[in-house]
């Protein structure tokens, strides 16, 4: 009787943590800053600054005003020629939390660049992507008297409300100085919603 009775517990102890762990994933639901699918770990030595692979140029990175994450956006391989690729990056320097794309995407059909134009010789530039349901966008402002303001917002596809909003930390802001990046890059088509209404504001 003891050893029937020993299994029984032992069969509701599983049935109880099952369903327990089934309504806390149902309770909540994953965040658009995290893929889908889980990012793999990045084994290979990182670029001061950043989370793109010393192998790899630094289109665009900064640490986040969260103080635990940064974002990044990565050049790897020749861009003259087709292995050449563009990705972006989000999380922690051993496991990020989101890479866009993760293969076979060209950054060419994958990314816009939209410029940014304010009054006072205030400008700059936003990289957008989507990515399940929900647009990302990377931008930096600058200009005379500005003390700038780059960072990362994410928004649902169709909708001006924002979802999250990140700032870069002040004076952290890594952004490419080669040439060869910043041509791919300007062959990328510019986003007709930022170009019309600008960077996503909320309501």
């Known amino acids: 009787m003891k050893s029937i009775d020993i299994a029984t517990a032992a069969c509701a102890f599983v049935l109880t943590t099952c369903w327990s762990l089934t309504q806390a994933a149902h309770a909540s639901p994953a965040s658009p800053l995290r893929s889908s699918t889980s990012a793999a770990p990045r084994l290979l030595p990182l670029s001061s600054g950043s989370i793109c692979a010393k192998t790899e140029r630094i289109v665009f990175s900064c ?17 003259n020629q087709e292995p050449g690729r563009i990705y ?13 794309p993760s293969g076979g995407q ?10 940014l134009g304010f009054g006072g010789n205030t400008g700059g530039y936003a990289y957008s992507f989507v990515n399940d349901d929900y647009k990302y ?4 402002i600058s200009g005379e008297g500005n003390l700038g303001d780059s960072g990362v917002i994410v928004q649902r596809v169709g909708q001006r409300t924002v979802t999250a909003k990140m ?31 600008g960077l996503p504001r909320g309501h």
């Open 88 to 100: 972006y990056t989000y999380g922690g320097p051993a496991s990020p939390e989101l890479i866009f």
């Open 106 to 115: 060209h950054a060419d059909d994958a990314f816009t660049r939209t410029h």
């Open 167 to 197: 700032h870069c930390q002040p004076g952290k802001v890594i952004e490419t100085q080669d040439d060869q990046v910043i041509d791919a890059t300007l062959k990328w088509k510019s986003d007709p919603e930022i170009e019309a209404h």
């Open 63 to 79: 640490p986040l005003d969260n103080g635990t994450n940064t974002v990044s956006l990565c050049a790897a391989g020749d861009m």
């Open 137 to 140: 966008v990377i931008y930096e």
